[in-house]
């Protein structure tokens, strides 16, 4: 059978096999957040002409259906069809996008006081060249030059060896051996090469970063980022983890992965003209899944109770284990994790906020995908996942997305009217609503009295914007050319229970280890959602502790900060290690306190108002006067 689309490109379909998966074999991807399951509704596809069985319509509306609107995983193609792809359903990978900010690497290097120190060591040799009476064999050359010179021990790979030989002899025997602490060569390379590359990776659930570093000034030289890949397979890491103990998964999620960085670096090695044996060094931060997958490791107990991940400190394995596409031979470090649900992100995020430094408690939050906390000073560090989900990412919400263009990031509501005033990324036509807007959308409707403390709409308000959808009351956002954007009462109750974890992961944490709210002094928010958050309204929403606006700080993605760290400096891989052994991990899904919390935290802002002094206050003026 055949998928003729809008474009003019036809596509074949295996007789049982969804829209979904025929476009996903052939190269097309869909924004499908529930991994092909029929329950988010992301997959929307128009269809034309032709007829195809539909197992479900999930959460099209009648309005879509009248349209021709199927989800493209829930329809099996009957017959030849024709199809339009509309744009929200279109999962753009593999494109630049937006960098979060960064804060000036470079800066933050010398602030740590850290010396560059890469991870791969050169040593100059002089060799004699073998001569008829000196005819030992290379590899013994080589080791009497490195024992004349004190070094004693060294390990030679079969990866080594197999390309000593040749190095020597193009070098002249005058050459630079590149080694790792162990000691263990490396490489062979001519004196004369100076160049020096080294990359630092975030593996992030959402979106990948490259950084290639320049390792002997630290110059960070290029940037390039993308959609992780694995998208195509569900939003959240549950998924992910499913997607990889079913048969096949697991190396189909990492080719996808290790494709996204080698596709970033190749444009990167081509601009600025650098041969890719001269990239001699790697690090990698991600989460615990993010990195096992990386490294083909089985993520499934991470997710079975008890939840232990294979490994939290990996060793330092080769590029060409990894099948990165820079010198096969170079180490490639990974940032170590703490637990399951606790990654290298969030112990290069510590390193990149510098909390381990400081006297004064602080409060490190990562809102990503998942929502990760930790809380200390130079002496302790106590640290949770929250299992936040990746609502604020679009997924789960209906006309949800992530902060990209064409994402309503910020709302305004008249309280007379109940207009929105919107502001979307990108300033084009709005196609769906990111963890921003939610959050200013939902504070916003609270104030001004549109939604009650448990987020529920008030009827008795006049406005025709609150209406029955197909998934009970929704609030009109945005309308045009039929499309429209809205905020349903279910949406409101994904967003609260989300904000809810974050919150009780927060105040849990915090009564586990004895600090009150006064004594933290400052509070990092890290995650490429920090760039747009608005701290006013996170606090009326209950999702941020009510503490004075100047004591939080935005770092961006610390994560790629703390890799570049980590790649330039033997003092901060120690210190990353240092960290991570001194995290203390609680495991927050058991926990009943965390379950009371979690429920005091489900209103807006809060069961107990007392606690954000400031929105009292707020409501007090606005309503009381
Ligand atoms: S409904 Fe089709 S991917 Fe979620």
Redesign the pocket.
Known sequence: MKIELTSGKTLSATKNESI?HALRRQGIY?V????????????RVKLLEGRGRIIST??LTPIDIDARFV????TFPEENIFIEIPEESRLVVGERIAISKSRDLFELLHSLKAEISPIVKRIQLNLPPPTIHDNISDLERLKRALDEKGMKGMRFSHGFVSSMATALRKADWKANLAYTDGPEAIFISPLKSKDRYGIAVDIGTTTIVVYLVNLTDGRLIDVGSTYNSQMRYGDDIITRIVYATEGGGLEELRDTVVSDINAILTPMIERHNIRIEDIESAVISGNTTMSHIFWGLSPQYIREEPYIPTMNLFPSWKAGTARLNINLQAPVYTVPCVASYVGGDIVAGVLASKMHRSDEVSLFMDIGTNGEIAIGNSEWIVTAACSAGPCFEGSGIRHGMRATEGAIESVKIDPRTFEPVINVIGNGKPMGICGSGMIDAISEMFLIGVIDQKGRFVREVKTGRIRDGVDGPEFLIFSRDGRDIVLTEVDIENILRAKAAIYAGVSLLLKEVGVTLDKIGRAYIAGGFGNYLNVDKAIILGMLPDLPEGKFKFLGNTSIAGAYLCLLSDTMRRKAEEIAGKMTYMELSVSRRFMDEYMSALFLPHTDIGLFPTVEKLLYKLYKK
């Open positions: 979904y869909l499908a957040s529930c991994g092909g399951k029929g329950v988010c509704g992301k997959c999930g959460k989800l493209a995983c829930q």
